[in-house]
Antibody, heavy 126, light 110 residues
Framework: QVQLQESGPGLVKPSQTLSLTCTVS??????????WSWIRQPGGKGLEWIGR???????TYNPSLKSRVTISADTSKNQFSLKVTSVTAADTAVYYC??????????????????WGQGTLVTVSS | QSVLTQPPSVSAAPGQKVTLSCSGS????????VSWYQQLPGTAPKLLIY???KRPSGIPDRFSGSKSGTSATLGITGLQTGDEADYYC???????????FGGGTKLTVL
């Protein structure tokens, strides 16, 4: 059974870089069948897809965050990471990591997130 | 503002049936499959439905999904107080080249 666990600082100062790591157990980030994704949720608000990394190292980012986001993987540690630069209060959120399955069916894309990590709250404040 | 539109709240009585809607456009729901998630208070989202209408193992058949055109629907029958949660739809958007979520619907069972 695959499990994911986020870790990283809970408090980041404005203009600095937010860095989080997701540790995968029971599965491998090297698996060619899945993407490894980051999703965030500001307090009391909805979910926002941040981006993902494939086993090959290729990445896809939300256009609204692309200029500030980097997702990378460390296969030796079976982890993948998120960096968000130049953070502001608007980046305060619970950050989740999740495994994303993607399939193409008759030229239509199917994707879903399962499982998810428990989430970690990151507050941007001085 | 979310790319996919969901009603902010829905309520129904225990034992009843409820449908939650998710509206999009030709570049997202109209072109791709939809997944649904349940988020109980204080917990991470949990996959309920994938590929429009498939349930992962362990999800009861009280939960069902459907899609028509640029809209999708989550149905829940035999409502229980434990179903009180936020529900989110998700799909891929071909123009944004990104995953997109609805704003979520808060289900109250009263």
């Amino acid at each position: 059974q695959v499990q994911l666990q986020e870790s990283g600082p809970g408090l980041v100062k404005p203009s600095q870089t937010l860095s989080l790591t997701c540790t995968v157990s029971g599965g491998s980030v090297n698996s060619g069948n899945y993407y490894w994704s980051w999703i965030r949720q500001p307090g009391g608000k909805g979910l926002e897809w941040i981006g993902r990394i494939y086993s090959s190292g290729s990445t896809t980012y939300n256009p609204s965050l692309k200029s500030r986001v980097t997702i990378s993987a460390d296969t030796s540690k079976n982890q993948f990471s998120l960096k968000v630069t130049s953070v502001t209060a608007a980046d305060t959120a619970v950050y989740y990591c999740a495994r994303e399955t993607t399939k193409s069916i008759w030229q239509q894309l199917s994707n879903w997130f399962d499982p998810w990590g428990q989430g970690t709250l990151v507050t941007v404040s001085s | 503002q979310s790319v996919l539109t969901q009603p902010p709240s829905v309520s129904a009585a225990p034992g009843q049936k409820v449908t939650l809607s998710c509206s999009g456009s030709s570049s997202n729901i109209g072109s791709n499959y939809v997944s649904w998630y349940q988020q109980l208070p204080g917990t991470a989202p949990k996959l309920l439905i994938y590929e429009n209408n498939k349930r992962p193992s362990g999800i009861p058949d009280r939960f069902s999904g459907s899609k028509s055109g640029t809209s999708a629907t989550l149905g829940i029958t035999g409502l229980q107080t434990g179903d009180e949660a936020d529900y989110y739809c998700e799909t891929w958007d071909n123009i944004l080249s990104a995953g997109v979520f609805g704003g979520g619907t808060k289900l109250t069972v009263l």
